[in-house]
């Protein structure tokens, strides 16, 4: 019976599998970065370590807003439907992506001397994130809407090491 319901999900379950590994892979080395960072940073360092990253993974949420999570629904509706449309999906939300995060950037500019002080300089050394946190979301997304969990826990993998 288990063998019957096995062969029945099978691509479910692979999928399932690889996408599990690409995301306790990911979450994985954050957490490892955050433990050695706990255990070698003084306590003032740790702090701020954590401050800024909050900011930027604040800034983040704002570039992505859940653009990636509607690329994987269109990319899975089109790859389906239209194999022409499939193709302009990774442009047209990329573009968003950076006009999303020009202006997140600018506004960060702008505003962050007088509102953060002497932390900045800080968020400034990590303000590419701002943008590239969301577009590997986002090929993330295309990933999932095509089922290549395989490739993409693969392209984890290889990116960690």
Known sequence: ???????THKETI???????LQVFGKQGITFLIFILCAKLLSPYE???YNYVLAIIFFLIIFGDFGISTATSKYVAEYNVTDKKKLKSVLFNSGIIILGLTLLITLITI???PWYLKEKYVYVLYLLPLIFLAPMTSLYDGIYR????FKSLAIIRAILVE
């Open 46 to 48: 740790f702090g701020i």
């Open 145 to 148: 809407g095509l089922k290549r």
């Open 1 to 7: 019976m288990l063998n019957k319901h096995y062969n």
């Open 110 to 112: 702008t505003i962050g």
């Open 14 to 20: 692979h999928n399932f599998i690889w996408r599990s």
